[in-house]
């Protein structure tokens, strides 16, 4: 579960460009950002049951992030704090910061629709892959460059090419594929509902559909989301875990 | 009168009938016990492994036993429980809700496998209770745990000593909670003593989130060898689009295989014996004929035909191995019967080696009916082979040098 | 004199002897070629796991086994390779990385344990290379890794696939590696089957940022060392270190071991009484057949104590007969399937599903080779008496008028 957020907290917002690399390095300039703060929910969808998780979030650039858990119940007032790459759990119910190995954090994540790829995020959709711009498309009556990325040879990613559809004027994703290196597809991510969102244009609909489970998927929902905090590295302690809200 | 001829033949030289006859009671008697040892070794084998962990048969829900998730767990409900305990044979209903948690104690963290069980019945099935080392075994509504002694150690956490265990419950709730160990177990395989907690299962579907579900139901029975025909009627009865039924032999495949390998051992061992047991028989078959020259040479000489000589003599060879081979059984069995009672202990190097695996050090003998149907069968058939030499020796006689003192 | 009539006696009655004689060869034969089958099975069984697995001992930091760190290091890895090269017993040595980490592909990602080796060096250890079912043993693609049949069916990916490592490197942080799939291993063990994956270990410790880490030092011994008393040497030689033999390693083989041992022993026991029988069968037939004949001798004035010790003598000579010529077809059957193997594919098709050899090769140490001789002898000996002394009760009238 817990990576999934520090990918959420950091994907896809946008500016102009004309090389493909130039497309993706603005759309992911935009994803970066360099703080923010977000409220969202994420929907599990499975074939015998769905599962609904709302929580608040923080981050500041790629490498720290605070994620508060506020419903359900159960999980409601646990704390996920990343820093570089590490990751501790903060649980009010043991009053207890637990450093997570990364074995564990694998573990949870199993099953869910989002590879680890996705969630560690380890690689940079800039530098690990050559980019070619392969036309234009048009989805949702969007206008859209699709470009077709191949990771570059020593890259530590598991794709074998990402062909992404960006929006023109926004510089928003709105479709992503994912191909293993047999050109099968594997997982689809849609992005919708783009709307004016924390003084942005944004997608605020984020949808994972894993290709070989046609009756399941992920659904990630923002409801608020600002941009530019005045946040600081002191804020992603784990002094600070237990005292967000 | 054939008959008569051939019983009055073997009693007109008792003692040599009587070595005959004991030479096969012996091949009986030896390769049941030889026989009887090797199958009972490898139900003991099975026995161990069942009782280390798995029970002879499980139930999960349908998938859990490719994907062993939390996920899929499934209700053990009355009308299931109702199914499985009306069957002839099943014991014991042993059920668990097994998964991985993050274990922490002050400043260490590792890995673990939590098992939330039902004390007293996992207690019947694994004995558990007896391999406590510290503290005490879990009360029925306990909330404390049992601790592996191996990751006791690396967590450095004792009896009294409350430690955190973290994890992902069903369907991604949150799982979280401190737990009280109540006692250190140890276990022989490593594997289990670096890893294993246990808690009762009501704790266990708390801590997960689990509303009234278990992951597995082994089954404990009354004899393994209906292990088969329980599956069948099982399978027949749960619908197998929800519920899995496996049996040992699917669950712990690498077990099968290696009785399997064990066999062949087994059967090569077996196949010298019968070589040996065959080479006696066969000096005594042969002795007699050298000692019947004379006599067979008179029949002949009086006008007696061969066939109806050799006749005779296969028809004396089949009493004596008939009487062998029964009286043998005869005594093979209240033998392994006492075996199998009072079975014989290992050497002391070997018996500790084994008992330090919580298996008890001492040759196991199968009474299975198998044991004693398939060697009496075995004998039977050699016997009436190698009678083949007194006919051979009888059809090549020359009647006037057989007659020559 | 005695000795003469006794001679004549073996050969005045050529059935008979050679029934004896051959109880002796047969005898000899069943315990060399059961002997000799049961230790090839057992070790071959035990040895799987030493080959593949364990190997024949294993150094690591005293710290490693309870908790698989990537900071425990063996120090002076030179110094105690030298040593073990130094030392006789040793025939091979190969050293390790080992971090525990994730490998993801595409489709799946799953906890593993990362092995950084030589791939000389291991295939001379542990014979990795004979495990490649698909693809190549460390083949000239960039960062290969090889992993077990199991792991590759979970990760749903083939050779030359793709895939991606994640560990914890020196310092803390998550360090990823691509690597792709070089080969395929077919292994009984789970361990390789489901939970390892095998890389260079120049470019693992790269990637954890220690260059010269070795967590585990593995060697092979030569046969007939005592592979326990020979890591109590290394334990004393490298005293900061830890030092194991297979059998620490693997409980579970200790077991093994000891549990067919037994049952060896046992078996051995059941067919020694079987010959035994054989033999005192044969031997009674044989006397009783002579009853006239030592009616005879016994009339003529033979004391009672000489017709026994003549009967007696009667079996050493058979014996002596019996034992070399025994020992020979033993030696010979078992030099022969020594050298040729058994083939046991015919028995069960699933051995070789489950990675264990299909052909043994059946041996014997001439120690095994006297024991058995010795022990048929005195078998045959033992079983003399009671005929023999059966013999000397007969009433010599009664004895002449028998049949």
């Known amino acids: 579960m817990k990576k999934l957020f520090f990918l959420l907290i950091t994907t896809s917002f946008s500016l102009h460009a004309q090389t493909a690399k130039d497309i993706i390095k603005k759309m992911d300039d935009k994803m970066q950002g360099n703080s923010n703060r977000s409220v969202m929910k994420m929907t599990v969808v499975r074939p015998d049951w769905k599962r609904e998780v709302t929580m608040k979030g923080w981050s500041l650039g790629r490498e720290f992030s605070l994620i508060l858990i506020t419903a359900p119940a159960r999980d409601k007032g646990q704390v996920f704090l990343k820093r570089k790459t590490e990751m501790w759990n903060w649980q009010p119910s043991i009053d207890r910061v637990v450093k997570l190995p990364p074995s564990m954090m694998l573990q949870s994540w199993m099953g869910s629709d989002f590879t680890n790829d996705d969630l560690v995020k380890q690689s940079s959709i800039v530098e690990d892959y050559n980019h070619t711009l392969k036309g234009d498309t048009i989805i949702g009556g969007l206008n859209a460059y699709q470009i077709v990325m191949i990771p570059k040879p020593n890259a530590a990613v598991v794709w074998g090419k990402i062909v992404a559809c960006v929006e023109k004027k926004e510089f928003n994703q709105l479709l992503v594929r994912y191909y293993d290196e047999e050109g099968a597809l594997v997982n689809t991510l849609v992005m919708s509902d783009i709307r004016a969102i924390g003084g942005r244009v944004l997608p605020c609909k984020l949808e994972m559909f894993p290709h070989d489970n046609p009756k399941q998927k992920t659904v990630i929902e923002y409801m608020e989301l600002e941009f530019d905090l005045n946040l600081k590295e002191d804020f992603f302690s784990m002094q600070n875990m237990k005292r967000v809200r | 009168m054939f008959f008569i001829l051939a019983w009055r033949n073997i009693w007109r030289n008792k003692r040599r009938s009587l070595i005959t006859i004991l030479s096969i009671t012996f091949a009986v008697l030896?390769?049941?016990?030889?026989?009887?040892?090797?199958?009972?070794?490898?139900?003991?084998?099975?026995?161990?492994?069942?009782?280390?962990?798995?029970?002879?048969?499980?139930?999960?829900?349908?998938?859990?036993?490719?994907?062993?998730?939390?996920?899929?767990?499934?209700?053990?409900?009355?009308?299931?429980?109702?199914?499985?305990?009306?069957?002839?044979?099943?014991?014991?209903?042993?059920?668990?809700?097994?998964?991985?948690?993050?274990?922490?104690?002050?400043?260490?963290?590792?890995?673990?496998?939590?098992?939330?069980?039902?004390?007293?019945?996992?207690?019947?099935?694994?004995?558990?209770?007896?391999?406590?080392?510290?503290?005490?075994?879990?009360?029925?509504?306990?909330?404390?745990?049992?601790?592996?002694?191996?990751?006791?150690?690396?967590?450095?956490?004792?009896?009294?000593?409350?430690?955190?265990?973290?994890?992902?419950?069903?369907?991604?709730?949150?799982?979280?909670?401190?737990?009280?160990?109540?006692?250190?177990?140890?276990?022989?395989?490593?594997?289990?003593?670096?890893?294993?907690?246990?808690?009762?299962?009501?704790?266990?579907?708390?801590?997960?989130?689990?509303?009234?579900?278990?992951?597995?139901?082994?089954?404990?029975?009354?004899?393994?060898?209906?292990?088969?025909?329980?599956?069948?009627?099982?399978?027949?009865?749960?619908?197998?689009?929800?519920?899995?039924?496996?049996?040992?032999?699917?669950?712990?495949?690498?077990?099968?295989?290696?009785?399997?390998?064990?066999?062949?051992?087994g059967k090569v061992m077996l196949w010298v014996l019968y070589f040996v047991i065959g080479f006696g028989m066969f000096g005594t078959f042969l002795m007699m004929t050298a000692e019947r020259r004379f006599e067979f040479g008179v029949m002949l000489a009086v006008g007696m035909q061969r066939a109806r000589l050799q006749t005779l003599i296969v028809l004396e060879i089949f009493m004596m191995t008939v009487v062998g081979v029964l009286t043998g059984i005869t005594i093979a069995l209240p033998v392994l019967i006492y075996f199998h009672l009072h079975p014989i202990r290992y050497g002391e190097e070997a018996a500790k080696a084994i008992e330090s695996f919580g298996v008890e050090a001492v040759y196991p003998f199968s009474l299975d009916t198998v044991v004693f149907t398939n060697q009496a069968y075995a004998i039977f058939i050699m016997a009436i082979v190698l009678s083949a030499y007194p006919l051979w020796t009888i059809y090549k006689m020359n009647v006037v040098e057989s007659m020559r003192p | 004199?005695?000795?003469?009539?006794?001679?004549?006696?073996?050969?005045?009655?050529?059935?008979?002897?050679?029934?004896?004689?051959?109880?002796?060869?047969?005898?000899?034969?069943?315990?060399?070629?059961?002997?000799?089958?049961?230790?090839?099975?057992?070790?071959?069984?035990?040895?799987?796991?030493?080959?593949?697995?364990?190997?024949?001992?294993?150094?690591?930091?005293?710290?490693?086994?309870?908790?698989?760190?990537?900071?425990?290091?063996?120090?002076?890895?030179?110094?105690?390779?030298?040593?073990?090269?130094?030392?006789?017993?040793?025939?091979?040595?190969?050293?390790?990385?080992?971090?525990?980490?994730?490998?993801?592909?595409?489709?799946?990602?799953?906890?593993?344990?990362?092995?950084?080796?030589?791939?000389?060096?291991?295939?001379?250890?542990?014979?990795?290379?004979?495990?490649?079912?698909?693809?190549?043993?460390?083949?000239?693609?960039?960062?290969?890794?090889?992993?077990?049949?199991?792991?590759?069916?979970?990760?749903?990916?083939?050779?030359?696939?793709?895939?991606?490592?994640?560990?914890?490197?020196?310092?803390?942080?998550?360090?990823?590696?691509?690597?792709?799939?070089?080969?395929?291993?077919?292994?009984?063990?789970?361990?390789?089957?489901?939970?390892?994956?095998?890389?260079?270990?120049?470019h693992l410790n790269e990637l954890l940022g220690i260059p010269e880490a070795v967590h585990e030092i593995a060697f092979t011994t030569n046969a007939g060392t005592d592979d326990k008393v020979f890591a109590d040497q290394l334990t004393k030689a490298f005293p900061n270190e830890k030092t194991e033999y297979w059998g620490d390693l693997s409980p579970t083989l200790v077991f093994m071991q000891q549990w067919m041992g037994a049952t060896l022993k046992i078996l051995i026991v059941i067919i020694m009484t079987a010959l035994a029988f054989g033999i005192i069968n044969t031997m009674l037939m044989a006397v009783l057949e002579r009853v006239r004949e030592l009616g005879v001798l016994m009339a003529l004035g033979m004391k009672r104590s000489r017709v026994f010790f003549m009967i007696m003598l009667e079996t050493i000579f058979l014996s002596t007969v019996g034992g070399p010529l025994g020992l020979l077809v033993g030696y010979a059957t078992i030099s022969y399937l020594g050298d040729k193997g058994i083939d046991l594919s015919d028995y069960s098709k699933g051995l070789e599903a489950i990675g264990y050899e299909n052909i043994l090769y059946p041996r014997l140490g001439a120690q095994d080779y006297l024991q058995i001789v010795a022990g048929v002898l005195i078998t045959a000996l033992l079983a003399s008496i009671y005929p023999a002394w059966k013999a000397i009760q007969y009433d010599p009238v009664e004895a002449i008028h028998s049949l």
């Not at chain 2, 036993?65 to 499934?74: G, H, Q, R, T, V």
């Not at chain 3, 110094?79 to 592909?105: A, T």
Request: glycine share 8%; aromatic share 8%; net charge neutral.
């Open chain 3, 1 to 202: 004199m005695l000795t003469k009539i006794a001679w004549r006696n073996v050969w005045r009655h050529k059935a008979r002897s050679g029934v004896v004689i051959g109880s002796i060869v047969v005898g000899i034969w069943a315990l060399a070629f059961g002997g000799g089958f049961m230790q090839s099975f057992m070790i071959g069984y035990i040895q799987q796991s030493i080959r593949h697995e364990t190997s024949n001992g294993q150094i690591h930091h005293p710290d490693f086994s309870k908790d698989q760190d990537i900071t425990f290091t063996i120090h002076d890895v030179e110094k105690i390779v030298r040593y073990l090269k130094q030392q006789k017993e040793v025939k091979s040595i190969c050293e390790r990385s080992i971090v525990n980490g994730m490998i993801s592909s595409s489709r799946q990602a799953t906890g593993v344990k990362i092995v950084g080796v030589d791939p000389a060096e291991e295939s001379e250890v542990t014979q990795l290379d004979s495990l490649i079912a698909a693809g190549e043993y460390f083949d000239h693609v960039l960062h290969p890794v090889l992993i077990g049949e199991k792991l590759a069916e979970k990760l749903k990916v083939k050779v030359k696939s793709k895939v991606v490592l994640t560990f914890q490197d020196a310092h803390g942080n998550i360090a990823a590696g691509q690597f792709r799939v070089a080969g395929i291993l077919h292994a009984a063990s789970l361990v390789i089957n489901e939970t390892s994956a095998f890389v260079e270990r120049e």
């Open chain 2, 30 to 265: 030896l390769a049941c016990v030889m026989r009887s040892m090797q199958l009972g070794s490898y139900a003991r084998m099975i026995e161990n492994s069942v009782r280390f962990y798995t029970g002879y048969i499980q139930l999960h829900k349908n998938g859990y036993w490719k994907d062993k998730i939390i996920d899929n767990s499934f209700a053990y409900d009355s009308l299931l429980e109702l199914k499985v305990k009306r069957l002839s044979g099943v014991t014991l209903v042993v059920p668990r809700l097994e998964s991985f948690a993050l274990t922490s104690f002050n400043s260490q963290t590792r890995g673990a496998l939590v098992l939330g069980v039902d004390p007293e019945s996992e207690n019947e099935l694994t004995h558990v209770k007896e391999k406590i080392i510290h503290g005490s075994f879990l009360a029925p509504t306990d909330d404390g745990i049992l601790l592996a002694e191996g990751l006791a150690e690396y967590l450095k956490a004792e009896v009294g000593d409350t430690i955190t265990l973290i994890s992902q419950g069903y369907h991604g709730a949150n799982a979280a909670g401190l737990f009280p160990v109540r006692g250190i177990v140890r276990f022989p395989l490593p594997a289990q003593n670096s890893q294993m907690i246990y808690m009762t299962l009501p704790k266990a579907q708390w801590f997960y989130a689990v509303p009234d579900l278990i992951t597995s139901a082994s089954l404990l029975i009354d004899n393994p060898d209906h292990t088969d025909g329980i599956l069948l009627q099982l399978k027949k009865q749960i619908d197998s689009n929800k519920i899995e039924v496996m049996g040992w032999k699917e669950l712990v495949p690498e077990l099968l295989q290696s009785i399997e390998l064990d066999n062949i051992s």
